[in-house]
């Protein structure tokens, strides 16, 4: 299904929003609390990346909308990229993930997902 930009880019940060925080986020309490949440099975896992590697390839996206799009490392939700990165600590690896329903990054320390970030609704 295919939506118009604006409506796109609310849905994005509704969906960011509402699993980040709410329903994932509960995974990553459980991670903080010392109970390990795994990676969804519904999860396919492409190689750990950088902060910095991420960060470069979302301005070359924000890039081609420069007059639309906050030249920020992922635009409009930028903000909870911050938060996103901000739990990264040495050791923890960054994987880009394909779902039926989302794209995006999880945060993994060890086996045990801390976060996810939700980049892109298909």
């Not at 604006?6 to 994932?24: D, E, G, N, Q, W």
């Amino acid at each position: 299904m295919m939506f118009h930009r604006p409506f796109r880019t609310l849905l994005l940060a509704v969906m960011a929003a509402s699993l980040s925080p709410v329903a994932i986020g509960q995974e990553a309490a459980g991670s903080a609390q010392g109970q390990c949440r795994a990676v969804p099975r519904s999860f396919t896992l492409d190689q750990p990346q950088s902060v910095e590697e991420l960060e470069a390839n979302s301005l070359k996206d924000m890039a081609r909308e420069p007059d639309r799009l906050p030249q920020v490392p992922f635009g409009f939700s930028n903000a909870r990229w911050l938060d996103f990165k901000s739990k990264v600590m040495r050791g923890d690896e960054i994987r880009r993930f394909h779902d039926p329903g989302a794209l995006g990054y999880v945060l993994l320390r060890g086996s045990c997902v801390l976060d996810i970030f939700v980049a892109t609704v298909v």
